[in-house]
């Protein structure tokens, strides 16, 4: 079966630039998550969807991001505009619906900010 | 909400010893508790999991063992071997359920030495 697929896998830009990140999940996984994970730290949820509906996004600064999983499939991130404290990988994940057991890892997309 | 604690932050071991991680949470109604395995520069992948009903689970030279009362769980590595050099993060959730989401502790950079 597929795994997780993330896109771009790097990417670089400066401070108060915009940018954007493309995550598609396991077929028939209806939960997706995308992760921040500063180097040294485990990974941080910054939302959750169930299909096409946002279950958590407490930990996302919604001043600067935003996220939509339009159809209940693929999903984007957004970060506008970005600060240097941004520079991390971008994990997507997804699991069946209605358990969170197993959550399968996409590659991550590496952003650094300067 | 939940908090997850993560000792030691780096361990080595000489080769064919024995590394044990330990992890405490904090929400007693945590009730599946996975860990993951990070290689440098790769996506963490789910090495084993424990759920609250069980106090041991073994897979060859992987166990974890389940601490309900003092909230502590740990992964014991035996046999130890070069390719077990990686990043190795515990993490707890209210699982089975599409609103619970994965906690992770902080990650416990793992070396085998030869």
């Known amino acids: 079966e597929a795994g997780v697929a993330q896109s771009p896998r790097y990417k670089i830009i400066e401070k108060r630039q915009s940018v954007a990140f493309w995550c598609n999940p396991i077929?028939?996984?209806?939960?997706l998550y995308w992760y921040q994970q500063i180097l040294g730290q485990g990974p941080k949820l910054l939302i959750q969807f169930q299909n096409n509906g946002v279950v958590d996004d407490s930990q996302l600064p919604k001043d600067r991001f935003s996220a939509e999983r339009l159809k209940g499939v693929d999903s984007t991130l957004k970060i506008q505009p970005a600060k240097l404290e941004d520079s991390a990988v971008y994990l997507c994940?997804?699991?069946?619906?209605?358990?969170?057991?197993?959550?399968?890892f996409g590659p991550g997309t590496r952003l650094t900010v300067t | 909400g939940e908090n997850v604690e993560q000792h030691p932050s780096t361990l080595s071991v000489q080769e064919g010893d024995s590394a044990v991680i330990k992890c405490t949470y904090s929400d007693s109604a945590s009730n599946y508790f996975p860990w993951y395995k990070q290689e440098l520069g790769k996506r963490p992948q789910l090495i084993i999991d424990i759920r609250s009903n069980v106090g041991e689970k073994k897979d060859q030279r992987i166990a974890v063992t389940l601490n309900k009362t003092a909230k502590h769980f740990s992964l014991h590595i035996t046999e130890t071997q070069p390719e077990d050099s990686a990043v190795y993060f515990c993490a707890a959730s209210m699982g089975y359920s599409s609103a619970s989401k994965i906690i992770f502790g902080s990650g416990t950079r793992l070396s085998i030495r030869p």
């Open positions: 994940a997804s699991s069946l619906e209605f358990s969170a057991y197993e959550q399968y």
């Open positions: 077929s028939g996984h209806a939960t």
